[in-house]
């Protein structure tokens, strides 16, 4: 998931749940049942990059 995240930011597309369901070929409802992935994507809309890079190394978020 995050590569699909990582990829449509390199992109310059925007990102949005159906947008990332279908770049890493899933359902919308499978993002919607895994809440945590849910939460990157919403996450990535306002963090960028950079907080995908930190949540695959498994740090905490940085406030904002």
Request: hydrophobic fraction near 40%.
């Amino acid at each position: 998931m995050t590569t699909a995240i990582q990829e449509a930011i390199r992109a310059g597309t925007a990102i949005s749940v159906s947008g990332i369901a279908r770049q890493a070929g899933v359902d919308r409802t499978f993002l919607y049942r895994h809440r945590d992935l849910l939460a990157l994507i919403q996450c990535s809309l306002f963090r960028g990059t950079f907080y995908v890079h930190e949540h695959q190394m498994g740090s905490p978020p940085r406030k904002a």
